[in-house]
C-alpha cells in the first residue's frame, strides 16, 4: 500500500472518478459522481493498492476564529476506506501523514467533526462540545450563517498551545 498526498488542481479524471465512487462506496448518501461535499478540498491522501484506490482523505488549510485567537488549522473532511480493506489501519495511517506534514509546516492544529469519535481517539484526538458559528451551505448553495453547540468536534494540538476557550467561529464551512 502506498499512500500520495495530490493538491487539488492536480487531480486528473481518472483520479476523481476513483475517488468519487469509494466516497459513495464508503458514505452512501454521498452525492453520486461528486469529489466534495461543501467545497474543494487543498489536497487530498489517497491511499492505493496498485491501480485500486483504498483510501481518502480530503485537507484544507484554514484560518480560524476561537474566542478571538486566530489558529491555522488543518481541517479534516471524508475520511473514507473501502469496507473490504477496514481495520487495516489504513485511516489512521492517512492521518498520520497529514500531523507529520502539519508538525513540519507548523501547522498547530488538526481539527474535524467525527461521527465515530473512537476512530480518533487512540491518535490522541480530543473531543470538545463548543459554540460554533459556520458558513451554511447546502446542494450547491451558500444559505446564510448558522451558529449552533456542536458535540462531536475532534481536535489535536500538535504545538505548545493549548485549544482556546470560546466560540469557533470556522470563517467558512464546517468540516
Ligand atoms: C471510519 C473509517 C475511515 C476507519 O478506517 P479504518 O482504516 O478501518 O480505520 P483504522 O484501521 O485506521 O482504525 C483506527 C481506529 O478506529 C477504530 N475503528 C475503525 N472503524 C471504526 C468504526 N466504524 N467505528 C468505530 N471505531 C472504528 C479502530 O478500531 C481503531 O481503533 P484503535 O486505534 O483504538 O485501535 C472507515 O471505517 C470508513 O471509511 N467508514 C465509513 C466512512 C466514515 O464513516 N467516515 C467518517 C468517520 S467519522
Redesign the pocket.
Known amino acids: 500500500m502506498r499512500i500520495e498526498r495530490l493538491e487539488e488542481f492536480k487531480l486528473s479524471g481518472t483520479v476523481r472518478a476513483k475517488i468519487a465512487a469509494l466516497l459513495k462506496e464508503?458514505?452512501g448518501v454521498y452525492p453520486e459522481g461528486r469529489t466534495f461535499y461543501k467545497q474543494l478540498p487543498d489536497f487530498r491522501y489517497l491511499a492505493w493498492d496498485g491501480e485500486d484506490l483504498l483510501?481518502h482523505l480530503a485537507a484544507e488549510f484554514r484560518i480560524i476564529n476561537v474566542g478571538g485567537t486566530l489558529l491555522p488549522i488543518f481541517g479534516v473532511a471524508?475520511?473514507?476506506?473501502?469496507?473490504s480493506?477496514?481495520?487495516?489501519?489504513?485511516?489512521?495511517?492517512m492521518l498520520r501523514e497529514l500531523e507529520a506534514l502539519a508538525r513540519s509546516s507548523n501547522v498547530e492544529f488538526i481539527l474535524?467533526t467525527?461521527?465515530?469519535p473512537?476512530?480518533?481517539?487512540?491518535?490522541g484526538f480530543d473531543r470538545l462540545e463548543r459554540s460554533c458559528r459556520w458558513l451554511l451551505m447546502n446542494n450547491l448553495s451558500t444559505l446564510g450563517v448558522i451558529r449552533r453547540s456542536v458535540n462531536n468536534i475532534m481536535i489535536k494540538c500538535l504545538g505548545d498551545r493549548t485549544w482556546p476557550e470560546g466560540e469557533i467561529d470556522f470563517l467558512g464551512h464546517i468540516f
Open positions: 464508503g458514505f483510501g471524508d475520511l473514507c476506506v473501502t469496507p480493506r477496514q481495520q487495516e489501519r489504513i485511516a489512521t495511517q474535524l467525527g461521527s465515530e473512537n476512530v480518533y481517539k487512540g491518535m
